[in-house]
C-alpha cells in the first residue's frame, strides 16, 4: 500500500514538474521573441556571414564599414582620403541597430530616385555620397575591391528585405516636432551633462590607442562630417540622440527626453564643421526638408527657422521629407 502511494506521489510530481517546466519555456521562448524583435529590423551578426569566397568579400565590406580608418582614414593602409572617422560611427554597430542609422532598407530601395541629388542613384553612388560628406573625403572607383566588399556587405544585411520595402527600425526615428524652436544654449548644458564624457568639452571625440580612428568620434571641427551630411538636420541628429545616447542607450529604454533630445542635437549642428559645396543639392526646391539648414528655399522663412524650428507651421509650406 505504501509503495503504492509513493509510486502515484511520484506520477503527480513528475507530471506538475513536466507542466511547470513546459510553461516557462513557452514563457521564456515568448518574452525572448518580444524583447529580441519587437517588430523592429535588426541586422545579422557577423558571425553568420557565409565562409566561402562571397563570404570573404562579404566580411571585408563589414571591415571597412566598422574600421573605416584603418583603410580609408589619414593614415589608411588603402587609400587616404577621409576624416579618420569610421562608417559605424554614425550606422551604429556596422549598421544593424534598430534606429541606429542602420541598412536595413538599403538593399530593398536601392537603386532609387533622390531628391537631394534629383537623380537615380545606385548602392555606389549612395556609399560615395557618405564618404564625401559624413566622412568629409573623396569617393572611390565603383569598380574597386572596396566598393564591391561595402555593397555586398549591405545587400547581404538587406537579403531578407521585399524590394521596395522599409522594415520598422530601419534609418532614424522620425520624433514629433517641438512646439518651439530647439535650443542650442539649453543643448549646451544638457551635452555637458550627457556627452562630454565620450566626446569631450570641444566635441574632438576620443582617438583609439592606435591613433588612426576613434572610439568615439568628433562631433564637431575639422575631423568631424561636414555640413553637407545628413547629420546635420536636427530632425536626424535629434532623432539619432533619442534612441541611441548615451552610449549604449537603446530605443528599448531611452535615456533622454525627446525635448532634450532636440536641444543637444541643436547645440551639436551650431558647432563649426568643414564646409561642402551643395550648390547642386536639391535641384527641385520644393522637395527639400523643412529642416535643412543651409539655403536656398522655395518658401519665405529664414535659415535659422530651418536650422532650429519650431517646424509646426512650416510644414505645412515645407516638405517635412527625411531623405538623408
Not at 191 to 199: G, M, N, Q, S, V
Not at 260 to 280: C, G, L, M, T
Not at 288 to 298: F, L, N, R, S
Request: charged share 20%; with cysteine.
Amino acid at each position: 500500500m505504501k509503495f503504492k502511494y509513493l509510486l502515484i506521489f511520484i506520477v503527480v510530481i513528475t507530471c506538475f514538474y513536466l507542466i511547470v517546466f513546459r510553461k516557462s519555456k513557452i514563457i521564456a521562448v515568448s518574452e525572448n521573441k518580444i524583447v529580441d524583435s519587437a517588430d523592429c529590423w535588426t541586422g545579422a551578426s557577423p558571425l553568420q556571414i557565409p565562409a566561402d569566397s562571397i563570404g570573404l568579400l562579404i566580411r571585408y565590406g563589414y571591415q571597412l564599414i566598422t574600421n573605416t580608418a584603418k583603410y580609408l582614414g589619414p593614415k589608411g593602409i588603402v587609400t587616404p582620403i577621409t576624416n579618420g572617422m569610421n562608417c559605424q560611427n554614425c550606422h551604429l554597430e556596422a549598421g544593424t541597430k534598430p534606429w541606429g542609422n542602420n541598412y536595413g532598407a538599403v538593399a530593398s530601395q536601392y537603386p532609387k530616385l533622390r531628391a537631394r541629388s534629383g537623380k537615380i542613384e545606385s548602392i555606389e553612388m549612395r556609399v560615395n555620397d557618405c564618404l564625401q560628406r559624413s566622412l568629409n573625403g573623396k569617393a572611390i572607383d565603383s569598380l574597386s575591391r572596396e566598393m564591391r566588399a561595402i555593397v555586398a556587405y549591405l545587400k547581404w544585411l538587406g537579403k531578407d528585405i521585399p524590394k521596395g520595402q522599409k522594415p520598422k527600425g530601419s534609418g532614424i526615428e522620425d520624433l514629433p516636432f517641438l512646439s518651439r524652436a530647439a535650443d542650442p544654449l539649453k543643448g549646451q548644458q544638457y551635452y555637458l551633462a550627457t556627452c562630454e564624457k565620450c566626446h569631450g568639452k570641444y566635441g574632438a571625440g576620443k582617438p583609439n590607442v592606435e591613433d588612426n580612428g576613434y572610439i568615439y568620434p568628433p562631433l564637431w571641427g575639422k575631423n568631424s562630417f561636414n555640413d553637407a551630411a545628413g547629420l546635420l538636420r536636427l530632425s536626424r541628429m535629434a532623432g539619432f540622440i533619442k534612441n541611441n545616447m548615451p552610449f549604449p542607450t537603446s530605443y528599448h529604454n531611452p535615456a533622454l527626453r525627446n525635448e532634450v533630445a532636440w536641444d543637444i542635437a541643436a547645440f551639436i549642428i551650431a558647432q563649426p564643421r568643414p564646409h561642402k559645396d551643395q550648390s547642386q543639392d536639391w535641384p527641385d526646391r520644393s522637395k527639400k526638408p523643412v529642416d535643412c539648414p543651409i539655403g536656398p528655399y522655395k518658401d519665405n522663412f529664414s535659415e535659422k527657422q530651418h536650422k532650429y524650428g519650431p517646424f509646426t507651421n512650416m510644414h505645412l509650406t515645407s516638405n517635412k521629407g527625411s531623405t538623408k
